[in-house]
């Protein structure tokens, strides 16, 4: 996707009103969740998985900073990261 064209999504792309009031909320993705809640139900509406589902992790190399991301000291990692 093109640089200007992500722009101009971005700009025009709102899902959350920034006027009301926001609570000291613990949950980092408070603006999305009502989206996230939507697409869930749609998602579980329209597929219903099997008997066998495989999932696949892919790692991908990042530099930034998710507050998002979660450390889990307890799992091995199979791969090392090269920066």
């Known amino acids: 996707m093109p640089r200007d064209r992500f722009s101009m999504i971005w700009r025009y792309l709102d899902l959350a009103h920034n006027a009301a009031p926001q609570a000291r909320n613990p949950d980092r993705l408070a603006k999305l969740r009502p989206m996230i809640t939507y697409f869930n139900g749609v998602f579980n509406k329209k597929y ?4 066998d589902v495989s999932i696949d992790e892919s790692m991908v190399k990042f530099k930034g900073h998710l507050a998002i991301r979660q450390y889990m000291p307890g799992v091995m990692k199979s791969y090392k990261f090269v920066f």
Do not use: G, L, M, V
């Open 48 to 51: 219903t998985p099997y008997q």
